[in-house]
């Protein structure tokens, strides 16, 4: 029996600081990972992520691995949606990880992930940062596109995160969606119906001043908050956002970010 063809990819991109600009110290790509690197105009990176498999299915893997040098400020994001399509066999897998040097700053915001029904994926992001670093990572899933009318009744998702500071975990979790999605989602306790959700973790000098006016933003929506949180005596702010499809997520989502990028608007990738 011929197995199916199934897809592999990796990436990996290494910042440095050089003449006053965050530049390209090291850039690897092979199989389906692709990474663009658009002009920017200021002393910051951008670096767009592009699955050229259009998509993970039973079996695929996908690895990635950032890694930004000291007092480079590197942004991350994706060419587009990342859809998790049916699996017939298999999980898909997609594995991140990033190290964050002194005194430079990364924002991890891909765009949403697409689950489709009977779709299968496990996802980790492993953060490092020097004691001085500063990040934000933000994580959109969709259970389904609900203008098109998919229900997601059946699957499997799981979302670990792991992130250090000087060698010292300040933030973990383990998210699982098994079994009747749908049925799990419309649970009071979990999304109560929402179709959309998004985890915010931003780890700062700053957060404790930025807690006030993020709570501000979210007070309207009943489904999200966000708390603050000193561990070991390092910063971090962490926000939950649940809505009823992704473009009301999105609306929530995109003020927050550039608000904790300092007025600075999402990466173009991401417009409306």
Not at 63 to 81: D, I, M, N, P, V
Not at 183 to 211: H, I, K, M, N, W
């Amino acid at each position: 029996m011929i197995a199916p063809q199934r897809a592999r990819g990796e990436g990996r991109l290494v910042a440095k600081a050089e003449g006053g600009r965050t530049r390209i110290a090291e850039l690897y790509q092979e199989g389906c990972a692709k990474i663009r690197l658009p002009r920017t105009f200021d002393a910051s990176m951008e670096a767009v992520l592009i699955n050229s498999s259009g998509g993970v299915t039973g079996g695929d893997r996908l690895s990635w691995e950032f890694r930004a040098g000291e007092g480079t400020k590197l942004t991350l994001t994706t060419q587009a949606c990342e859809k998790v399509y049916k699996a017939s066999a298999g999980t898909a897998e997609i594995a991140t990880r990033i190290s964050v040097a002194a005194g430079a700053h990364v924002d991890w915001l891909p765009q949403e992930t697409i689950l489709f029904d009977r779709s299968a994926l496990s996802r980790s992001l492993e953060v490092d940062l020097a004691a001085d670093a500063s990040f934000l990572a933000v994580e959109a899933v969709l259970i389904g596109r609900k203008a098109m009318g998919e229900v997601v009744r059946a699957g499997l998702f799981r979302d670990n995160w792991r992130i250090r500071s000087g060698g010292r975990l300040i933030h973990a979790e383990n998210l699982a969606l098994a079994g009747d999605i749908a049925a799990l989602a419309s649970r009071r306790a979990v999304l109560d119906g929402a179709a959309a959700f998004a985890t915010l973790v931003y780890a700062a000098p700053d957060c404790e001043s930025q807690l006030s006016k993020l709570r501000l933003a979210l007070a309207g929506h009943a489904l999200s908050g966000v708390s603050h949180y000193d561990v070991g005596g390092r910063d971090k702010m962490v926000a939950r956002v649940a809505a009823a499809d992704g473009f009301a997520l999105r609306k929530i989502l995109i003020p927050l970010i550039s608000h904790l990028r300092k007025g600075a608007s999402v990466p173009k990738v991401w417009t409306l």
